[in-house]
C-alpha cells in the first residue's frame, strides 16, 4: 500500500511532494495513456514526468565515447555533483563543462555537435508539452533553461565556436537531466546523508528517530544499487523528513 503525506501537514517544498507523487505512481505500476513510453502518470497529479534517461547526452557518455576514460577529474565531479545541492551542483558541473569541451572540441565535428542537440530538442518537444499547467515551476523552469542553452549552442555552433557551443549543449542537457529519476534520487540521497552526518547522536533527535533514518537511508542505498530509482527517492525523502531538511528544488 503506498504511503500517504497530508499536504495540509508536510512542510517539505512542493517540489518533494510531487517527487513522491511520481514515487507512488510508480510503485503502484501506473503508465502513461500516451503511446510515448517516456510518460509516467503522476498520483493525484494532472501532470506527467519524463522518465529521462538515455534520450539525453551524458557528459561522462560522450566523454567515453571519444576515447576518455571515467577517472577523469574533470568527470569524476561531474559525476559527484549530481549529490550535492542544485546550486552547488550546477556550480561544479560548470567547471567540467568547460574541461571536457575544451579536449572534445578537437576530437568531435560540427555535425556530432548537432546531433547532440538533435536529441536533447527531441526531448525537448515531448518534455515541454508536459511542463505547462500543473507541473511544478521549477520543472518549467528546467525546460526553459535547457531551451535557452540549446538555442545558444546553435548560434555558437554556426559561429565557429565549438567549444562553447559544446559547454552550452552540455548545460542544456543537464538541465533536463535534473529531473531525470536517477539524478533526483542521487540529489536526494546525498541530502539525507549529509543530514544524517550533521545530527549524529539522541542530543538533537531521539534514538528511535535515528535508527528511523539510518534504515530508510540504507533502503535507499540498496534502491541505487539495484537502480530502483522510486525506491531510493522515498527512502531518500522519508529521511530527510524526520531530519527537518529542506531540500532546495
Do not use: K
Amino acid at each position: 500500500m503506498a504511503m500517504h503525506i497530508d499536504s495540509a501537514a508536510d512542510p517539505a517544498p512542493r517540489e518533494l511532494r510531487w517527487i513522491i507523487a511520481v514515487a507512488v505512481a510508480l510503485s503502484m505500476g501506473c503508465s502513461d495513456s500516451l503511446s510515448d513510453p517516456m510518460g509516467v502518470v503522476l498520483a493525484q497529479e494532472t501532470g506527467a514526468t519524463p522518465d529521462i534517461g538515455e534520450s539525453v547526452p551524458r557528459l561522462v557518455d560522450v566523454w567515453i565515447g571519444e576515447g576518455g576514460v571515467s577517472g577523469d577529474v574533470a568527470v569524476s565531479a561531474w559525476q559527484r555533483s549530481w549529490t550535492l545541492p542544485t546550486a552547488e551542483g550546477r556550480l561544479l558541473r560548470s567547471e567540467s563543462y568547460i574541461q571536457v569541451a575544451e579536449i572534445l572540441a578537437t576530437r568531435l565535428e560540427d555535425d556530432d555537435v548537432s546531433q547532440l542537440l538533435g536529441r536533447i530538442e527531441s526531448t525537448l518537444q515531448v518534455v515541454g508539452a508536459w511542463t505547462v499547467g500543473a507541473s511544478p515551476s521549477s520543472l518549467v523552469e528546467r525546460v526553459g533553461m535547457a531551451r535557452e542553452s540549446v538555442e545558444r549552442s546553435h548560434v555558437l555552433l554556426e559561429a565557429g565556436e565549438r567549444r562553447s557551443s559544446l559547454v552550452a549543449t552540455f548545460e542544456a542537457a543537464d538541465y533536463l537531466l535534473e529531473m531525470a529519476p536517477a539524478q533526483v534520487a542521487t540529489r536526494l540521497l546525498g541530502a539525507a546523508e549529509r543530514g544524517a552526518r550533521r545530527f549524529p547522536s539522541t542530543e538533537s533527535y531521539t534514538e528511535q528517530t535515528l535508527v528511523r533514518v539510518e534504515r530508510l537511508i540504507d533502503v535507499a542505498r540498496e534502491a541505487m544499487r539495484d537502480a530502483d530509482y522510486t525506491r531510493a527517492i522515498r527512502g531518500s525523502y522519508y529521511a530527510s523528513l524526520l531530519l527537518g531538511i529542506e531540500i532546495s528544488n
